[in-house]
């Protein structure tokens, strides 16, 4: 069974950081498009981030402040976010499967889930 699991968030300051991971189990990175996703109270999930047969994509709100990477012998994959604002509050997911290019940012896309990460930017 494929099973993804979060861990890594929390309650930060604006302007600090945090590193997220998604420890996978029952698939590896080969074949696989794997990516973030996020939802704060009374909004759609949203597209961050995804790792794509070697590509690295970002949505624009998080491009420069957020790194997508893996670690292949862990099978573990990560999102470092750094300069954290008030507006990046949400709940983080990672997620698999295999979009198309043209749907790689549609959450319908992708088949399994991570039960998710609370991450909280406030003063």
């Known amino acids: 069974q494929v099973q993804l699991v979060e861990s890594g968030g929390g309650l930060v300051r604006p302007g600090d950081s945090l590193r997220l991971s998604c420890m996978l189990s029952g698939i590896t990175f080969n074949g696989y498009t794997v990516g973030w996703f996020r939802q704060a109270p009374g909004k759609e999930r949203e597209f961050v981030s995804a790792?794509?047969?070697?590509?690295?994509y970002y949505a624009d709100s998080v491009k420069g402040r957020f790194t997508i990477s893996k670690d292949n012998a862990k099978n573990t994959l990560y999102l470092q976010l750094n300069n954290l604002a008030p507006g990046d509050t949400a709940v983080y997911y990672c997620?698999?499967?295999?979009?198309?290019?043209?749907?790689?940012?549609?959450?319908?896309?992708?088949?399994?889930w991570g039960q998710g990460t609370q991450v909280t930017v406030s003063s």
């Open positions: 997620a698999a499967g295999t979009p198309i290019l043209s749907s790689m940012r549609a959450h319908t896309s992708y088949r399994s």
């Open positions: 790792l794509r047969q070697g590509r690295t």
